[in-house]
């Protein structure tokens, strides 16, 4: 891979330039987001995702999430520093809340050479909202940084015995959020599990899942040998968005070793498993 290159996917960013734009090859590479973490009363946290067959070494994220004068206001973006674009030189995330947008820049290397984002289906960055009523709010493609800043995923792609910078446009999946300010929120429609937050994370992360229904709930942490870590709830629980934090013990209330653990919730006929990751 070329110095040049890289300056030229980090010049797409700052004064947008002519690349070599391209189909995407293989599976469709998608842009979408996971579900919302409800558990605080008016706020929301909203994963959000990166499919990618290839690696990625910038993206150009930007999004929409109301309208002026709206109830909804984004307070951060966040990427964790350990995940998939942890190792990335700039992670630019431009708000405006009056008009309800903002526009976010992932560029692998700018000043030095870093590693592309590795494929994968997992999360890259969070979006953290306080939300003042019950409206539904659709997370979209803003249309007003066309043509500057279009959704955009960028490659150095082996072309022809070389490498070419290739940017294309992903698909994308558009998201929702609605919850009340008071606390009082609509039930869920199916059971779900959103996952924990932070990840990775030291020395404290929280669960979120949901139940549609009053269920029997358990939910479980295992080390990556699949050895019985923690059980963190097994009772009775109301139906609604739920969460439950995990402080980084095993069942004797001795700290575990850093490293990647599963967790299995298990609600009625529901069961999934996720994974996540403790560092010291």
């Given at each position: 891979m070329k110095r040049t290159m890289t300056v030229a996917v980090f010049v797409f960013f700052v004064v947008p330039a002519l690349l070599l734009a391209a189909s995407d090859p293989g599976n469709k590479d998608v842009l979408k987001f996971g579900t919302p973490d409800l558990s605080v009363p008016g706020k929301a946290i909203v994963p959000i995702i990166a499919i990618n067959d290839e690696p990625v070494t910038a993206m150009s994220i930007p999004l929409k999430f109301g309208s002026a004068g709206d109830a909804i206001t984004l307070d951060k973006v966040e990427f964790p520093a350990e995940g998939r674009v942890g190792e990335f030189d700039f992670k630019i995330a431009n708000k405006d809340n009056e008009k309800k947008t903002v526009l976010i820049g992932l560029v692998s290397s700018g000043f030095s050479m870093k590693p592309a984002m590795e494929t994968g289906n997992d999360v890259i960055g969070y979006l953290h909202f306080t939300i003042g009523d019950n409206k539904e709010y659709t997370i979209d493609i803003d249309p007003s940084r066309a043509p500057q800043h279009t959704l955009t995923f960028i490659e150095n792609r082996d072309v022809n015995g070389g490498k070419e910078v290739v940017d294309f446009q992903p698909g994308f999946e558009k998201g929702t959020i609605?919850?009340?300010?008071?606390?009082?929120?609509?039930?869920?429609?199916?059971?779900?599990?959103?996952?924990?937050?932070?990840?990775?994370?030291?020395?404290r992360t929280r669960i979120a899942f949901a139940l549609p229904k009053t269920s029997k709930v358990s939910l479980e942490i295992y080390n990556i040998l699949g050895q019985k870590v923690r059980t963190l709830l097994n009772e009775n629980m109301e139906a609604g968005y739920q969460s439950v934090e995990w402080d980084g013990t095993d069942d004797g209330g001795a700290g575990v070793s850093s490293g990647v653990y599963l967790y299995k919730l298990k609600a009625n006929e529901f069961s999934r498993v996720a994974k996540m990751t403790f560092l010291k």
């Open positions: 609605s919850l009340s300010s008071a606390g009082v929120k609509a039930l869920p429609t199916a059971y779900a599990l959103s996952g924990n937050f932070p990840n990775p994370f030291n020395p």
